[in-house]
C-alpha cells in the first residue's frame, strides 16, 4: 500500500513539472491622457500623470496632467498635494460636460514637478485645453458674482471673447475687493466645463493676479 502511494507521489511530481508555470498578471496598458481622452463614454483606461488641482479644491476629487494632456479625477477617498504622481485606473464619463474618470483605483507611484501653465486666448478654452493648467489675462467684463454655496464667477475678455472664472468655494478665500468692470487681471486655474459654460477655475489666491490702474 505505501508502495503505491509513493508511486502515485511520483507521477504527481512528474505531472507538475511537466504543466507549464503559470503566467503572471499583465499590468494594465497605461494610455498617455491625450489617447484617453479620444475614447468613448464608458471606456476603462488606465493614465499616468502629476496631480495639478489638490484634492477637496474643485468638487470631490483632483486633476492630473501628462506631456499630452489632463483629465478630471472623481474621488472622495484621496487627499492628495499637487506634485503627486498618480497611476489611476477608472471609466470614462462626462459629468455635466466635463471629460472625468469615475470609480478610479488610484495607486501613488512618486513625485514630480508640477506642469507649467500653458497661456491661451480667452476664445481658446475648450476642449483642446480642458483638463490642462492654463493662464488666461484679460479684462473684468462685469463684477464679480456671488454664486453661494458653490463659489464666485466673474467674466473677462482679452479681446478675442470672454471666458468664466469661476472661484469655487473649497479653494479658500480670495480677495475680490480691487477686481471691478474694466480691471485687468491674469487667471492660472483649471481648464473646465460646467454643461455648456467653458471656465477657468483658480486654485488658491495665488492663482489671481490683478495689475494695477486700468
Given amino acids: 500500500m505505501h508502495v503505491k502511494l509513493a508511486a502515485c507521489a511520483a507521477i504527481a511530481l512528474a505531472c507538475a513539472a511537466l504543466a507549464p508555470p503559470e503566467r503572471a498578471a499583465r499590468p494594465p496598458l497605461t494610455y498617455t491622457i491625450a489617447r484617453a481622452r479620444t475614447f468613448a463614454a464608458g471606456r476603462e483606461v488606465t493614465v499616468e500623470g502629476i496631480v495639478t488641482v489638490p484634492s477637496g479644491v474643485i468638487d470631490a476629487g483632483f486633476a492630473i496632467q501628462d506631456a499630452t494632456g489632463g483629465i478630471w479625477v472623481a474621488d472622495s477617498t484621496q487627499h492628495l498635494r499637487t506634485g503627486a504622481r498618480m497611476r489611476v485606473t477608472g471609466t470614462l464619463a462626462s459629468s455635466h460636460g466635463l471629460l472625468t474618470l469615475v470609480s478610479p483605483g488610484i495607486r501613488r507611484i512618486g513625485h514630480g514637478r508640477v ?42 475678455d482679452d479681446g478675442s471673447g470672454a471666458v468664466q472664472i469661476f472661484f469655487p468655494a473649497g479653494a479658500g478665500d480670495f480677495d475680490f475687493r480691487a477686481i471691478r468692470p474694466g480691471t485687468r487681471v491674469t487667471i492660472t486655474g483649471f481648464s473646465g466645463q460646467y454643461d455648456q459654460t467653458l471656465e477657468v477655475l483658480p486654485r488658491s489666491r495665488a492663482d489671481v493676479v490683478v495689475a494695477r490702474g486700468r
Wanted: positive net charge; glycine residues 10%.
Fill in 115 to 156: 506642469p507649467r501653465p500653458r497661456r491661451v486666448r480667452a476664445s481658446s478654452v475648450g476642449e483642446r485645453t480642458e483638463g490642462r493648467l492654463v493662464t488666461v489675462r484679460g479684462t473684468a467684463v462685469d463684477s464679480v458674482t456671488n454664486d453661494a454655496p458653490y463659489g464666485h464667477k466673474l467674466r473677462i
